[in-house]
């Protein structure tokens, strides 16, 4: 039976994962694997995939947490830390609601390219691409996006440059073809502490609705840096984030590249 919900934004997702050396890569496909067993419905498994990727840097932070539910709902996944039972409540935090349309575009012309090279040959295209486009693309027009899917994979095959294509990069991977953008640090991107403040504050009217049966509620917040519209350079105003109150127990905020985290309370 075919798959009523494509699992390509996930396959792209593990991709990137995969490529970052912070991935516990057992126990992700131990947590998927349950996830997929689960009665959820396919777009709920995709949802919970996604989740737990993001929480990957979390991990690493605390080694000696595990997993009972990862399938509940308030909060997001409980889990077994210190012989305590911790519902983790995450909840991925927006830099750039700008970007978001501009990204979702980017996803589709990236997989209508890498079709057309895996159709023509996989085997000789496999690999990670980074590219980055010179300004004043219109992604969202349907002409245009034709025009970048052909100079994409042109690009591609002649390993250089092309038309709207600014750079490409290269890295190996075992096996698809598999595009994303350019990873470019700007140094004055800036995440604006009071977007995280609103999120504390928003999840913090939801907490009494929180299953009771835990010991602690933690809230995880998640810059997702595989995605434009999420990724920053340096918190501002990150003192105020000293003056939050809240009934979770503990706050943190983590970045998913190089598993930067700020223990927020």
């Not at 501002?236 to 979770?248: A, G």
Request: hydrophobic share 35%; proline share 2%; net charge neutral.
């Amino acid at each position: 039976m075919k798959k009523v919900f494509s699992d390509e934004d996930l396959i792209k997702n593990l991709s990137l994962y995969y490529l970052n050396r912070h991935l516990k890569k057992k126990p992700m496909e131990k947590y998927h694997r349950t996830i997929d067993e689960s009665p959820l419905h396919d777009r709920e498994k995709y949802k919970k995939k996604a989740e737990i990727l993001l929480l990957n840097s979390f991990m690493h932070h605390f080694p000696e947490v595990t997993f009972e539910n990862l399938t509940c709902e308030s909060p997001d996944f409980i889990a077994k830390f210190n012989n305590k039972k911790i519902g983790i409540e995450l909840t991925e935090v927006i830099n750039h609601l700008e970007m978001k349309k501009v990204e979702s575009n980017l996803n589709k012309i990236f997989r209508q390219a890498e079709i057309l090279l895996e159709q023509e040959d996989t085997t000789k295209y496999r690999g990670v691409y980074f590219l980055s486009f010179h300004a004043h693309l219109k992604f969202e027009s349907i002409e245009q996006q034709q025009e970048i899917i052909l100079n994409i994979y042109k690009s591609i095959k002649k390993n250089k440059a092309i038309g709207c294509v600014k750079s490409i990069r290269k890295s190996t991977h075992r096996r698809n073809v598999f595009i994303t953008h350019e990873y470019n640090m700007n140094l004055f991107d800036e995440l604006c502490s009071e977007k995280i403040l609103e999120i504390i504050d928003k999840k913090n009217e939801k907490f009494p609705y929180y299953d009771r049966s835990v010991d602690e509620c933690w809230l995880v917040i998640v810059s997702d840096m595989n995605s434009l519209a999420s990724r920053y350079t340096f918190i501002q105003d990150k003192e105020h984030l000293n003056e939050v109150e809240s009934p979770f127990h503990k706050i943190f905020h983590l970045e998913n590249l190089c598993g930067n985290m700020t223990s927020i309370k």
